[in-house]
T-cell receptor, first 115, second 109 residues
Framework: GAVVSQHPSWVICKSGTSVKIECRSL??????MFWYRQFPKQSLMLMATSNEGSKATYEQGVEKDKFLINHASLTLSTLTVTSAHPEDSSFYICSARPPGSYEQYFGPGTRLTVT | AQRVTQPEKLLSVFKGAPVELKCNYSYSGSPELFWYVQYSRQRLQLLLRHISRESIKGFTADLNKGETSFHLKKPFAQEEDSAMYYC???????????FGGGTRVLVKP
C-alpha cells in the first residue's frame, strides 16, 4: 500500500524559533497533500491543502504567515511553524493523495512541543 | 459549511456484543462519507467508504441521506476492534476531509 512518512516524529523547540516538518510520499507521487492538527483528545482539524507547484490553500483561521507550507516536489511537502509559541504545541499530521485516487494516506504524525 | 458529529466519545462493549458508532453530518450537497480507524500507536487508516458499500473487518456502514447519518456497525465485536474511530466527510472524491470528534471503542474480554 501507499506509505507516507513524516520527519521528525517529535521535536522540542524554544519559543520564538522556527521548526520544519517534512511529509513524504514514499512509493507514489502526490500532487495534493493535506496538513492537519490534532490537539490532545481531540479530532483532526484541517489546516491547509498543499498543491505541488502552487500556493497552499489555508483553512479559515489558519495564519498562512505562521504556518508556511511548501510543496516543491511530487513527493515532499513541508510545514514550517514560524516564531513558535507554546500554544503551537500539538500533533501535526499530513496526508497524501495519489493522482486519480479518492483515498488519502496518512503519515504517522509529528509531535511538536514548544517550551 | 460541512460538519460531522459523533455523539459518543467512548463506547465500551463486551467481546461478541454488537457495536454501533453513530455519525451524523450536515452538508447541503451530496457528500462522500468515510470511516477511518486509528489503532493504538498506529497511523490513521481508511476503514470504509460509503460508495464502495463493502464490509471491512466485519464492519458495515449505511448512508442514510434522510437522516444525514452514516453509522458504523459490527454485529460481533472483537478485542482487536478496540481503537479510535473517526467519521469523515468530503464534498467530492479526493477532496479535503472534515472529521468528526472521534469515538473510542473499548472491547472488553
Amino acid at each position: 500500500g501507499a506509505v507516507v512518512s513524516q520527519h521528525p516524529s517529535w521535536v522540542i523547540c524554544k519559543s520564538g524559533t522556527s521548526v520544519k516538518i517534512e511529509c513524504r510520499s514514499l512509493d507514489f507521487q502526490a500532487t495534493t497533500m493535506f496538513w492537519y492538527r490534532q490537539f490532545p483528545k481531540q479530532s483532526l482539524m484541517l489546516m491547509a491543502t498543499s498543491n505541488e507547484g502552487s500556493k497552499a490553500t489555508y483553512e479559515q483561521g489558519v495564519e498562512k504567515d505562521k504556518f508556511l507550507i511548501n510543496h516543491a516536489s511530487l513527493t515532499l511537502s513541508t510545514l514550517t511553524v514560524t516564531s513558535a509559541h507554546p500554544e503551537d504545541s500539538s500533533f501535526y499530521i499530513c496526508s497524501a493523495r495519489p493522482p486519480g485516487s479518492y483515498e488519502q494516506y496518512f503519515g504517522p504524525g509529528t509531535r511538536l512541543t514548544v517550551t | 459549511a460541512q460538519r460531522v458529529t459523533q455523539p459518543e466519545k467512548l463506547l465500551s462493549v463486551f467481546k461478541g456484543a454488537p457495536v454501533e458508532l453513530k455519525c451524523n453530518y450536515s452538508y447541503s450537497g451530496s457528500p462522500e462519507l468515510f470511516w477511518y480507524v486509528q489503532y493504538s500507536r498506529q497511523r490513521l487508516q481508511l476503514l470504509l467508504r460509503h460508495i464502495s458499500r463493502e464490509s471491512i473487518k466485519g464492519f458495515t456502514a449505511d448512508l442514510n441521506k434522510g437522516e444525514t447519518s452514516f453509522h458504523l456497525k459490527k454485529p460481533f465485536a472483537q478485542e482487536e476492534d478496540s481503537a479510535m474511530y473517526y467519521c469523515a466527510l468530503s464534498k467530492a472524491a479526493g477532496n479535503k476531509l472534515t472529521f468528526g470528534g472521534g469515538t473510542r471503542v473499548l472491547v472488553k474480554p
